[in-house]
């Protein structure tokens, strides 16, 4: 496999933003997403003030960042709307044009309330931000709404995870289910069995495949339960050594 990033999901308002930019800079392969939603993530809130100044430094020191949108936020994309507070974001731009958020992920299987997936309208959203690459949910009961997305001939990615985002490993890693639609994996993905896993999911991709790992919840301190950044880097090293062993 090629494992183009390392997605370490979920870091907050109390982490030190030099923490996240330092460990960006020592691997570039690194991805930080946060989880955006208006019940925390609004306009002025401490998570957003705090983002809004992270993306500034990533701007000028070229960090991969990523945004994972939820709740209200995610039905109003799949309705086709873009929320303000999120646009403005996504349209934050590097002196050479690229977008400061490289990847957004759309989170179309989760929580509780039951929404429409427009797919022409989100299409139309994919393809306002060509430069974007778009992520959404793989599980077998969104497959008929990926279906109808794939039939809209716009590109975007697929994140497995069986867990629906409660951060268990699955019994069994997924192949590709497209062919023209890169896949990634998630779910219980941690710095002590990450080693392991990436090994397990490379027995089911076709060779050479570009693929990215995300974790989120076992990132977390397990006393404070808040995103620790020694854990982080322990993750991303064993895979980075899992992956230059394997070639």
């Given amino acids: ?30 991805e930080f997403a946060i989880q955006a939603h208006p019940s925390k993530f609004s306009a002025y809130m401490p998570r957003y003030v705090w983002f809004d100044t992270l993306m500034h430094a990533a701007k000028m020191n070229n960090i991969n960042l990523a945004m994972h949108v939820n709740a209200e936020w995610r039905t109003e994309i799949c309705h086709g709307i873009i929320p303000y507070e999120i646009k403005r974001m996504w ?24 929404f429409r997936f427009y797919a022409k309208r989100v299409a139309d959203i994919i393809r306002a931000y060509p430069d974007t690459e778009f992520i959404f949910q793989y599980t077998p009961k969104q497959r008929k709404r990926l279906n109808r997305l794939n039939d809209q001939n716009v590109p975007f990615a697929m994140l497995f995870d069986a867990s629906g985002g409660c951060g268990v490993l699955p019994d069994t890693w997924r192949a590709p289910v497209y062919k023209n639609h890169k896949m990634g994996y998630s779910g219980g993905l941690s710095p002590e069995n990450v080693v392991d896993n ?3 999911i490379n027995l089911v991709l076709p060779a050479n495949y570009n693929t990215w790992i ?34």
């Fill in 1 to 30: 496999m090629n494992l183009e990033k390392i997605t370490c999901s979920d870091m907050r308002e109390y982490n030190e933003i030099d923490d996240i930019i330092n460990l960006g800079k020592k691997y570039p392969m690194a």
């Fill in 91 to 114: 349209d934050l731009r590097r002196a050479n044009g690229s977008p400061v958020i490289g990847r957004v992920q759309i989170n179309i299987n989760g929580g509780k309330e039951s």
């Fill in 198 to 200: 990436l090994n397990k």
């Fill in 214 to 247: 995300d974790a989120e919840g076992k990132l977390k301190d397990p006393d404070t339960k808040q995103f620790d950044i020694a854990r982080a880097e322990m993750y991303i090293q064993n895979a980075i050594r899992c992956i230059a062993r394997s070639k």
